[in-house]
């Protein structure tokens, strides 16, 4: 199964820029995508020194990721004149999911990026915009989730089970996907 990421990418980053303008949101933050494909232990390296891993390293699924070539190059983005669109680039972010995965620890990425600013103050807004395409034949089974934003000082918690964030120490909002390619939203914090 495949997923291919490409955030802050092609038609969606159009709506993002134009939404980030209308809340004020003044800092921007877009991932460096290379322009040649890469394998996994490359794609990890890039990662790595380009993304501001919260943790330095990518926790679970290293080899489940590559930069592989845009599976839709004729995908025009909506506004090359676009700041955040990155109309250049020629390769996506695909992750996989081997057939009898479940977790982030037995297929798919799980990584944390440091979102910092530049003057030192905190975030009082912040907005993730990024594209998604899934292989024609993808198994939806249970469901999955999607890249998200997570907050908070509780470094590594929010991310889902039976914990519950008391607002104070974390939070996390998530994309999911359920049986039959439904979507959902999650969010985790206090008095949900």
Known sequence: MLLFLSFVTQ???????????????ATSTS????????????????????????????QDGESNIAFVADPFPNSPPISSSDPFTNSSNSTVLQVTYPQGSFSHETGGVQFYNLWNTTDGSTFGSMLLSYEVAFDQDFNWVKGGKL???????????????????????????????????????TCRKRHQ
């Open 31 to 58: 991932f460096p995508f290379p322009s040649a494909t890469l394998n996994p232990s490359a794609t990890v390296n890039h990662i790595v020194s380009q993304w501001s891993l919260g943790k330095g390293h990518v």
């Open 11 to 25: 038609r969606l980053s159009t709506m993002a820029s134009a939404l980030a303008a209308q809340y004020h949101l």
């Open 147 to 185: 890249p998200g934003l997570r907050g908070g000082l509780d470094s590594s918690g929010c991310s889902g089970g039976d914990s519950l964030p008391n607002g104070i120490d974390c939070f996390s909002s998530r994309v999911m996907w359920r049986k039959f390619a439904e979507g959902e939203g």
